[in-house]
């Protein structure tokens, strides 16, 4: 087995597990009401209770997420966060090509693809550890402490942010399978 095969299939089963939770916690949001609500209805208690798991759920994958990329030889950390000036030079000049409707080749690891997953994986991550300290002081009766609601703010606030990389991510990917390349099912595919 090559190192490339040994190390593609955890991350894609990894991607999965985040797309999956994440959109989950997504949608769950519309529909839950928050711990405090007096008044909520079943199935508003109903999805705060699924959302709560399902956070947890994910906290544990972003977790894994991050052990997998430390633990990975092919992996590197300047692929997701290309901050050194050739790396932002990559990004700005293939963000240049994409406004032209011009896209790298699929054989390269792009510098902007891997910018924008490195902003998904420092936001979920964020999401993740906001939510997880939600759910915990929440269990420990601390709901009305001043951690638990700047907590809560700052989780709010990302939840906007996570919408419009859901969306823009989503709007991208389909982009890239209109100018031809094969990026929905690649992404899927978990057997090879």
Known sequence: MSSTTKWSRPI????????????AQLFLS???????????TFIQHATLITHEYVGLLAAAIILIHWVYLA???????EHLF????????????E?????????????????????????GLLLATAMGFTGTVMYFMLQAGRM?????????????????????YWIGHGLIAILHQLLGH?????????GR
Request: charged residues 20%; proline residues 3%; without cysteine.
């Open 30 to 40: 519309l529909v839950m009401a928050g711990p405090d609500d007096k008044h909520q």
């Open 144 to 164: 009305e402490s001043a951690g638990y609601h700047t907590a809560a703010f700052i989780h709010g606030t990302l939840a906007n942010l996570m919408w419009a």
């Open 71 to 77: 633990a990975a030889e092919r992996v590197t950390f």
């Open 12 to 23: 894609r089963w990894l991607h999965l597990g985040l797309f999956l939770t994440i959109t």
């Open 95 to 119: 963000l240049g090509g994409l406004l032209r409707l011009r896209l790298p080749d699929e054989s390269e690891q792009g510098g902007l693809a891997g910018f924008i997953h490195g902003l």
């Open 182 to 190: 094969d990026t929905l099912r690649g992404m899927f595919r978990l």
């Open 82 to 93: 290309p901050w050194t000036g050739r790396g932002i030079g990559e990004v700005f000049g």
